[in-house]
């Protein structure tokens, strides 16, 4: 399996912005759909926004979250990317990035996670 290692998490005041990063190491991103994840201590993890090997297809979560995040793919960095805009407490998490499953496996091993806290 291929390594993630996400970054860009921090503190920010409601209203903020955070840019996370996810860097790719062990397999080609542009094999696979990716997406963002996210999770709350005693919750599962959930999906927060997919996007397809090319781009073209893009998903998010919530309308909520479809209006104030961006989720960006670099192959030829073997990067992936969440703008995240106007940040609301809700969204306080450990955010993980790894192929978008869709019901099947995960093609890359899970990260160490980047923390978002926002502060109201």
């Known amino acids: 399996q291929g390594q993630l290692d996400e970054s860009g998490g921090g503190l920010v005041q409601a209203g903020g912005s955070l840019r996370l990063s996810c860097a790719a190491s062990?397999?080609?991103?542009?094999?696979?759909?990716m997406a963002w994840y996210r999770q709350v201590p005693g919750k599962e993890r959930e999906i927060v926004a997919s996007i397809s090997w090319s781009g073209a297809n893009i998903n998010y979560a919530t309308y909520s979250v479809k209006h104030r995040f961006t989720i960006i793919r670099d192959n030829d960095k073997n990067a992936l990317y969440l703008q995240m805009n106007s940040l609301e407490p809700e969204g306080t998490a450990m955010y993980y990035c790894?192929?978008?499953?869709?019901?099947?496996?995960?093609?890359?091993?899970w990260g160490p996670g980047t923390q978002v806290a926002v502060s109201s």
């Open positions: 062990g397999r080609n991103i542009s094999d696979y759909n």
């Open positions: 790894n192929s978008d499953h869709d019901g099947g496996p995960y093609y890359f091993s």
